[in-house]
């Protein structure tokens, strides 16, 4: 009884970590949607940087090419995720540092409203990343646990247990960038 409970414990935390991870892909999804938006308001300003828009556009392409299975990923394939939705971000952080050399578009309605709108996505995004990793966490650990390895590793029936690898921040982000204009 204690095995085959063990055994159900640990899929409910599989299952867990497997939400928690669609949740995180729900909001760079969003992030995603908002972004073609975006840069069409910001394509009106004839003046504006071509390079930084060519970038973001780029860097939303890269990070859709890169999926992952959550139940089947290795550490290779994560932080090749991991590192197409950074670029994305430094992409669009270089976009809101030039935007801040035209008035006009700062003023724009549309501009606000989807400047507003990724803000909140990247909140989103850091909640659901925050959640992921405690599910890792709590999975990690139970799994993790003598007892319950051995009674995984007897009742398991194949199924595969092994370790779950969670967001970490990204190189130098523990520094804070310099803004010149």
């Known amino acids: 009884m204690w095995g085959a409970g063990t055994f159900d414990k640990a899929i409910a935390y599989q299952e867990e970590v497997n939400a928690q991870w669609a949740d995180v892909q729900a909001s760079y999804q969003r992030r995603m949607d908002l972004i073609p938006n975006l840069v069409s308001t910001v394509k009106g300003y004839a003046d504006f940087e071509q390079e930084t828009l060519t970038g973001v556009i780029e860097a939303r392409a890269k990070a859709t090419s890169v999926t992952i299975d959550p139940s089947n990923v290795t550490p290779d394939q994560f932080a090749q995720f991991q590192q197409a939705q950074d670029g994305l971000s430094s992409a669009l952080s270089r976009l809101m540092v030039v935007v801040e050399r035209y008035p006009d578009l700062k003023a724009n ?73």
Not at 118 to 124: H, K, P, Q
């Open 109 to 181: 309605q549309n501009f606000l409203d989807l400047q507003s709108q990724l803000e909140g996505t990247e909140n989103r995004i850091n909640v659901a990343r925050q959640r992921y990793n405690e599910s890792v966490r709590d999975y990690n650990t139970y799994v993790r646990g003598f007892f319950r390895r051995m009674a995984l590793s007897i009742f398991g029936g194949g199924e595969d247990f092994s370790l779950r690898k969670g967001f970490e921040a990204q190189e130098g982000a523990d520094t804070a960038p310099v803004v010149t204009f």
